[in-house]
Every structure is written in structure tokens, then in C-alpha cells.
């Protein structure tokens, strides 16, 4: 079974349907996905901000990560739940959306800057800490996460006005390449 | 007040961004931004107040330094939002959750720069006081309705 297959297939069952044209229950999976979204990304962007050294210079960064990112992550946790929903609900269209595309290519960067940051960045950050301004690495991740979440946040909410829709033919070339679309079927 | 309404909805930059394909999305992207700074400000403060986060730090230090980032994201807010609006103005005139944030953003507006202002800079107790946690619940509570009407005048 293709992917192509697999996503055609989840669409067409009764809980993806449903979900899909439902009155309230869509609209408000997107709505609690979006105001998490403000959460999670004004949290993560605090923290950057921070490890950049623009804002609470003098509040040890230990500190801030042990406070802070629990709610970070709770609200990455509902951002997944309710992101998965609406994946479910309208899967085979979304899985050939470029932007839906470009997304999950940028979270998996976000996730690697996360992943290299947590463990070799930020345990010499805390000991270059009580010397002086946050050390080059910290704020190379800071800027790095601020642009990434920043290019998740468009290419989430250009999700919904996919203009490369496999529907809107003719698309260049690579357009159907990259989005997996097959003109005239 | 429908005049206006139309009148802005005739301007080029409605028209503008109404005859484009990606215009609309691309600033509301930047909006979406914005809120996301915006909260991430304010929640930073409002949580202190309420006893959580950063609770070792004095809220002034806080708010103090959180506070060219939520001018400069309500900048940003506002820039997008109002080419926003004026594409859409007759469709925001009849919507009952346009109506729902643009009082709750201007009562909290209006809070975050007086009353809120205050308790933040004067707030010294390293505890969470009572006035503390009020002012951040009833700032949280009106950004909360500008959040539910922003995202529900797409619904409309």
C-alpha cells in the first residue's frame, strides 16, 4: 500500500468523515491547536530571547529551563494531539500539501536544534554562565529556533490556503513533484 | 458606523490584498506571529503573578524586561492586523466575534498600561499577592477573548 494509498484510505473512513464535517468539533480543534500554537511558540520565543541575551539577562538560564519549559511542553503535547486530529480529519489532502510538507521538514529541524542544544549546548552555557555574556553556541540556537518555529508558524497556517492543491491544475513541474500529485487523476 | 466600514473595505489595500492569492495568508502568518510574542510577554509576567514560573525573580525586573518585546509585538500585531480587517470590513461589521475581540482588546489594552502597569512595577513581595493574582487573571482572561474572537471571525 502507497502512502498515497494509505492517506486515501484513512479519509475515507467514518472518523475521519465525521471529523472532517463536523459543525463545531473541526473548528475547535483548530481553534485550541492556535491558541496553544501562541503559547508554545511565545514560551519557546521567551526562552530564545533569553538565550540570545535580549531580555532577562539576569536570570540564570538553568533557572528559566526548569521554569519554563514544562509549559513549553505541555502545550507541545496539545499542539500534537489536536495537530494529529486535524491531520486525521482531512489526511490524503494534507499529506500532498506542500506547506503541510514544509512543516514537518522544519519541525524535524527544530527538533534536531532542540535535540543538539539540550545536549551539548546547554550543559556549557550553564558553566560559561557565571562568566560572562551567553556563549556563541547559545545564541546561534536561540536564532536558529526563533527562524525555524517562525517558518512553522507560515507554513502551518498556509496549510489552509494551499494554492498548489493538486485541484489547481496546472502546476509547474516540480510543484507536482514535491506535493506528490498526479495531474488528471 | 457601517460607512466607515465600507469605506474601508473600498480602499486599495482591501482591494489589494482581496485580489491576491497568498497576500491574505502571508499577513495573517505575521499576525499569528505576533500573538504568538505577544502571550509569550504577557504569560511570562501573568504566571509570576499567579505564583508559577519564574517565581525567585521580582515581577518589576520581569516586566520590565519583557516590555519593548510586547510594545514591538503589538506593533506587529497591529501593522498586519488592520490590512487584515480592512480586506474583510463588511464581513467584520456583521461578525459577532470582530465585535467580541475589539472590546476585549481595548479593555485590555487598556488594563495592561494602567492597572496591570501598576501592580507589575509595585509588586515587590517575592509572594504571590492577592492583587497580583487578580490582575493576572483578568489580563489572561481578556487576551483569551481576543484570541477566541480573532481565530472565530474566520469561522464566521
Not at chain 1, 538565550?51 to 507541545?76: D, H, N, Q, S, Y
Not at chain 1, 525555524?148 to 508558524?153: H, N, S
Not at chain 2, 493576572?136 to 483569551?144: K, M
Amino acid at each position: 500500500m502507497s502512502p498515497l494509498d494509505f492517506f486515501a484510505w484513512l479519509g475515507d473512513s467514518d472518523w475521519s468523515t465525521n471529523l472532517h464535517e463536523s459543525r463545531y468539533a473541526y473548528p475547535l480543534i483548530e481553534s485550541v491547536h492556535v491558541w496553544t500554537m501562541a503559547v508554545f511558540f511565545g514560551s519557546v520565543a521567551m526562552f530564545d530571547l533569553r538565550l540570545m541575551g535580549m531580555i532577562m539577562r539576569k536570570v540564570p538560564l538553568g533557572e528559566v529551563v526548569r521554569r519554563l519549559l514544562p509549559w513549553t511542553i505541555a502545550a507541545f503535547a496539545v499542539m500534537v494531539v489536536t495537530g494529529t486530529l486535524l491531520f486525521f480529519a482531512i489526511p490524503l489532502r494534507s499529506y500532498q500539501n506542500i506547506f503541510f510538507r514544509s512543516k514537518m521538514l522544519l519541525m524535524v529541524l527544530a527538533g534536531l536544534n532542540v535535540w543538539i542544544f539540550h545536549s551539548r549546548v546547554f550543559p556549557k552555557a550553564i558553566d560559561a554562565e557565571a562568566a560572562a555574556a551567553p556563549p556563541r553556541a547559545a545564541r546561534i540556537a536561540g536564532a536558529l529556533s526563533l527562524v525555524l518555529w517562525t517558518g512553522i508558524v507560515f507554513s502551518g497556517r498556509m496549510i489552509a490556503y494551499n494554492w498548489f492543491d493538486c485541484d489547481r491544475q496546472p502546476q509547474p513541474d516540480i510543484v507536482n513533484f514535491l506535493t506528490s500529485c498526479v495531474p488528471g487523476e | 458606523m457601517l460607512w466607515f466600514f465600507q469605506w474601508c473595505y473600498q480602499t486599495s489595500i482591501g482591494e489589494g490584498i482581496r485580489e491576491s492569492t497568498w497576500l491574505f495568508p502571508v499577513i495573517e502568518a505575521f499576525h499569528l506571529i505576533g500573538l504568538g510574542l505577544t502571550i509569550g510577554a504577557v504569560l511570562l509576567v501573568d504566571l509570576r503573578l499567579l505564583g508559577f514560573g519564574l517565581v525567585k525573580q521580582p515581577v518589576a525586573q520581569l516586566a520590565t524586561s519583557v516590555e519593548p518585546w510586547l510594545f514591538g509585538s503589538l506593533a506587529l500585531m497591529f501593522a498586519s492586523g488592520i490590512p487584515l480587517f480592512v480586506s474583510e470590513a463588511i464581513k467584520c461589521y456583521n461578525s459577532f466575534p470582530f465585535w467580541v475581540k475589539m472590546t476585549s482588546l481595548f479593555l485590555v489594552l487598556l488594563f495592561t498600561f494602567t492597572i496591570r502597569r501598576r501592580v507589575t512595577q509595585t509588586n515587590a513581595d517575592a509572594r504571590p499577592l492577592l492583587s497580583g493574582r487578580v490582575t493576572a487573571v483578568v489580563s489572561l482572561g481578556l487576551w483569551f477573548g481576543v484570541a477566541w474572537g480573532g481565530r472565530w471571525i474566520g469561522f464566521s
